[in-house]
């Protein structure tokens, strides 16, 4: 076997380690997130599939249109502000001696942080056709990331920049019965972007090569809903949201390593599935003022096995477990109706990591989490409302013992050893700020 084909091999392995961009950590477990509103972000998005009161509703739960009276726009954003830590007991770089043979020297302990904030924006519209139809458009970004370690750190061999981006843009239909029901449904079409870096190297900073990855492409699904409102005061609903299935496709640009080697390019493809989920949710007025609301969610993380990576140029394939697991999420939340203008909010919910100890990486060293939330509503009019909300999510400390994948008998390829190695420990937490304009088009 040639070395400059065992460089491109080994390339491949790499980029095995790098290219699962969609198993990344977000703000609700696995990769998700729940921020699609700030309405909902002081009360940890207790009650999502069941409040109903503005046009975010079409993404909480799309039945929810035909209970809003006027057209409505809602435009939020959520800044995310994450702190992650590593603590590695024991680290190695990409390679030592050879590509396939060669001790594996030690970088040793160390550390490395990420406090890449970003911002979740979301726009939502509903307009009613009739006495009872309903019709809505969100644009949204249900998963996302976006951390980044530094070029010197324990862990540039494994991750230095991971990025993703998802862009949803869903119409949706509802219809309202005159007995308390709501149905709706609504499609969803989702771009997914993602951008992620690591080195390459053999310890020497001064030397470090690197591997870039750009990848992107649509993925389809669809989410129904139901609502029904027992009384003016109580109201249940349920919200679906369907698997998507999107096959990311773009070019790997790596050098190995600094100075006088040309980069070289490839194409490369993926399978990636953005898991189905189930919300129930339940809200009621005690009074006039006070006002509690409940949340469970179910999200089919267990269809997350595997990240199938191939490269068209030669046809060879691989799969990268990732045997992530079911997950629930559980809120609580209430409000306090303090006078015709002001209403207060405050939530807790806590969030279940679908990783597991053996399969978990720095890309994704995500941990059970608590939320605890508060924030307001101000209403200036009858046609225009500010909400404002603030969340902490303390996180579970995370063990981590990563090793590089393996490529293993794709076409004619010999199986070869990925050398990079990552074995300690992660912490994190995180504020999120939001803020949501709601205007009454009457």
Same mark, same amino acid.
């Given at each position: 076997?040639?070395?400059?084909?065992?460089?491109?091999?080994?390339?491949? /392995?790499?980029?095995?380690?790098?290219?699962?961009?969609?198993?990344?950590?977000?703000?609700?477990?696995?990769?998700?997130?729940?921020?699609?509103?700030?309405?909902? /972000?002081?009360?940890?998005?207790?009650?999502?599939?069941?409040?109903?009161?503005?046009?975010?509703?079409?993404?909480?739960? *799309?039945?929810?249109?035909?209970?809003?009276?006027?057209?409505?726009?809602?435009?939020?954003?959520? $800044?995310?502000?994450?702190?992650?830590?590593?603590?590695?007991?024991?680290?190695?770089?990409?390679?030592?001696?050879?590509?396939?043979?060669?001790?594996?020297? &030690? /970088?040793?302990?160390?550390?490395?942080?990420?406090?890449?904030?970003?911002? *979740?924006?979301?726009?939502?519209?509903?307009?009613?056709?009739?006495?009872?139809?309903?019709?809505?458009?969100?644009?949204?970004?249900?998963?996302?990331?976006?951390? =980044? !370690?530094?070029?010197?750190?324990?862990?540039? !061999?494994?991750?230095?920049?991971?990025?993703?981006?998802?862009?949803?843009?869903?119409?949706?239909?509802?219809?309202?019965?005159? +007995?308390? @029901?709501?149905?709706?449904?609504?499609?969803?079409?989702?771009?997914?972007?993602?951008?992620?870096?690591?080195?390459?190297?053999?310890?020497?900073?001064?030397?470090?090569?690197?591997?870039? +990855?750009?990848?992107?492409?649509?993925?389809?699904?669809?989410?129904?809903?139901?609502? !029904?409102?027992?009384?003016?005061?109580?109201?249940?609903?349920?919200?679906?949201?369907?698997?998507?299935?999107?096959?990311?496709?773009?070019?790997?640009? %790596?050098?190995?390593?600094?100075?006088?080697?040309?980069?070289?390019?490839?194409?490369?493809?993926?399978?990636?599935?953005?898991?189905?989920?189930?919300?129930?949710?339940? !809200?009621?007025? %005690?009074?006039?003022?006070?006002?509690?609301? *409940?949340?469970?969610?179910?999200?089919? $993380?267990?269809?997350?096995?595997?990240?199938?990576?191939?490269?068209?140029?030669?046809?060879?394939?691989?799969?990268? #477990?990732?045997?992530?697991?079911?997950?629930?999420?559980?809120?609580?939340?209430?409000?306090? &109706? $303090?006078?015709?203008?002001?209403?207060? =909010?405050?939530?807790?919910?806590?969030?279940?990591?679908?990783?597991?100890?053996?399969?978990?990486?720095?890309? @994704? #060293?995500? &941990?059970?989490?608590? $939320?605890?939330?508060?924030?307001?509503?101000?209403?200036?009019?009858?046609?225009?409302?500010?909400?404002?909300?603030?969340?902490?999510?303390?996180?579970?400390?995370?063990?981590?013992?990563?090793?590089?994948?393996?490529?293993?008998?794709?076409?004619?390829?010999?199986?070869?050893?990925?050398?990079?190695?990552?074995?300690?420990?992660?912490?994190?937490?995180?504020?999120?700020?939001?803020? &949501? /304009?709601?205007?009454?088009?009457?």
């Amino acid at each position: 076997m040639s070395k400059r084909f065992k460089h491109k091999q080994f390339i491949k /392995l790499l980029a095995a380690g790098v290219l699962p961009f969609i198993a990344q950590p977000a703000l609700s477990a696995g990769f998700a997130l729940s921020e699609q509103n700030g309405s909902g /972000l002081a009360t940890a998005y207790a009650g999502a599939a069941s409040i109903a009161e503005d046009a975010s509703t079409g993404y909480y739960n *799309v039945a929810g249109l035909a209970r809003l009276k006027n057209e409505q726009i809602a435009a939020s954003a959520v $800044w995310v502000i994450p702190n992650t830590s590593l603590s590695a007991t024991g680290a190695t770089p990409t390679y030592a001696a050879g590509i396939t043979s060669g001790p594996l020297s &030690q /970088l040793g302990a160390g550390t490395a942080k990420s406090r890449e904030g970003s911002v *979740v924006p979301a726009l939502h519209y509903a307009n009613r056709i009739d006495d009872c139809w309903a019709f809505g458009l969100n644009i949204t970004s249900p998963f996302g990331l976006k951390t =980044k !370690y530094t070029l010197d750190s324990i862990a540039r !061999y494994t991750a230095t920049r991971s990025e993703l981006k998802t862009f949803d843009i869903s119409p949706a239909i509802a219809y309202g019965f005159q +007995n308390g @029901l709501s149905l709706g449904v609504g499609v969803d079409a989702v771009y997914v972007v993602a951008k992620l870096d690591s080195q390459i190297g053999t310890g020497n900073r001064v030397t470090d090569g690197f591997i870039n +990855n750009n990848a992107d492409n649509w993925g389809f699904g669809y989410h129904a809903g139901i609502l !029904y409102e027992f009384s003016d005061s109580t109201r249940v609903g349920v919200n679906y949201r369907s698997r998507v299935k999107a096959k990311p496709k773009g070019e790997t640009i %790596f050098q190995f390593a600094a100075g006088g080697i040309p980069e070289t390019r490839e194409g490369v493809r993926s399978k990636v599935i953005l898991p189905e989920s189930v919300t129930l949710s339940g !809200y009621h007025d %005690f009074n006039d003022c006070l006002a509690a609301m *409940v949340d469970v969610q179910w999200t089919h $993380w267990a269809s997350f096995k595997n990240l199938e990576l191939g490269y068209p140029d030669e046809g060879s394939r691989l799969r990268l #477990p990732q045997n992530f697991k079911n997950a629930v999420r559980v809120s609580v939340g209430g409000s306090y &109706q $303090w006078n015709d203008q002001l209403k207060l =909010k405050i939530g807790t919910a806590y969030d279940k990591t679908p990783t597991q100890d053996a399969w978990r990486s720095i890309r @994704l #060293p995500d &941990q059970n989490r608590i $939320w605890a939330a508060v924030g307001g509503q101000y209403r200036f009019n009858k046609c225009l409302a500010l909400d404002v909300g603030y969340a902490h999510l303390f996180f579970k400390k995370a063990r981590i013992n990563e090793v590089a994948p393996r490529l293993e008998n794709a076409g004619s390829i010999q199986r070869l050893q990925g050398r990079q190695t990552f074995n300690g420990t992660s912490k994190g937490r995180a504020d999120l700020i939001g803020v &949501q /304009l709601t205007w009454d088009l009457v």
